[in-house]
């Protein structure tokens, strides 16, 4: 079994990049309100991927040495951010929002069960618990409806959880002879032609009309590259799984964006809700690598 010493700074890593990753949905629905579309934002997140990562990989971390011990890894990390973009971008065409990433954040428990299997030791009570109290608290702070449920879009989410799952995967075992930002820069070189084919294929190509449109959709690339490159950072300290808890933050801090920023209002059950959220995951942060 894999040991992490520095198991503390992978989760502070984590914590960062779902703080970071919160940040987009309230930037991408500015970009929308202000004439671009999500296939251009995508694009464009893919696209400034590529430029600033692989120049910061060069500068940091050195020449990126891809070869055929890594280029599996590489491959799936990008499947899986492919993934995770189309999936989850899609899955609000067809489903509500708050369903749509109830589902997503089911790949906690996913991650857990597969490290279970892997290691062949069932997780500890308490780490269950954690994970199990974390889920309910999303689903409270959430507050999905299942009204019309269509099941293309619970199939699409699924789909950007798994893909999750595969970067996580993909990249902790990357990073064992390449850097986060050059794992990133790698993935992003897999998915840019392809979030680019399908942009143009569906005539989806848009860019901003006003200055706070073109300052989200900035906002927007750059929670990116912090997001992806600290998800990939913190997988190479910490177990997946528990990487995969603290990002359970992710959609709490979306909500306290969206209530600031864009004015939508909290019920006393999304409050009891973001606050079981921060406990579980404080609680489940204390456990030790092996609860």
Not at 15 to 43: D, E, M, R, V
Not at 229 to 255: C, D, M, T, W, Y
Not at 256 to 279: D, R
Request: with cysteine.
């Amino acid at each position: 079994m894999t040991d992490y010493p520095d198991r503390r700074k992978g989760l502070t890593l984590a914590f960062t990049a779902a703080i970071s990753l919160a940040f987009i949905t309230t930037f991408a629905k500015l970009t929308y309100q202000n004439g671009s579309t999500p296939l251009t934002l995508i694009t464009s997140r893919a696209l400034v991927g590529v430029i600033i990562l692989v120049i910061l990989a060069r500068i940091i971390e050195g020449p990126i040495k891809i070869n055929r011990s890594n280029l599996p890894h590489l491959l799936l990390a990008g499947l899986g951010l492919g993934m995770i973009t189309l999936g989850y971008m899609s899955s609000v065409a067809y489903i509500p929002v708050g369903l749509a990433a109830l589902i997503f954040y089911l790949f906690p428990l996913v991650l857990l069960v597969y490290e279970a299997i892997r290691d062949r030791r069932r997780p500890g009570i308490r780490r269950m618990i954690a994970f199990s109290l974390a889920f309910t608290g999303l689903a409270l702070a959430l507050g999905p409806s299942i009204d019309n449920l269509d099941m293309r879009g619970v199939a699409l989410a699924f789909m950007g959880g798994l893909g999750t799952v595969v970067l996580f995967i993909a990249g902790q075992k990357a990073s064992e002879s390449m850097g986060p930002l050059s794992i990133g820069a790698a993935a992003n070189i897999i998915i840019l032609p392809v979030m680019a084919g399908i942009m143009f294929a569906f005539d989806s190509y848009a860019l901003p009309n006003t200055e706070l449109g073109w300052m989200a959709l900035l906002g927007a690339c750059v929670a990116y590259l912090i997001g992806v490159s600290g998800q990939l950072a913190a997988v190479r300290f910490a177990k997946a799984s528990e990487a995969a808890l603290v990002h359970n933050i992710e959609p709490v801090v979306s909500i306290a964006i969206a209530w600031f920023v864009l004015n939508e209002i909290l019920s006393p059950i999304q409050l009891a809700g973001v606050g079981l959220v921060i406990m579980s995951i404080s609680y489940g942060s204390r456990l030790s690598a092996d609860s």
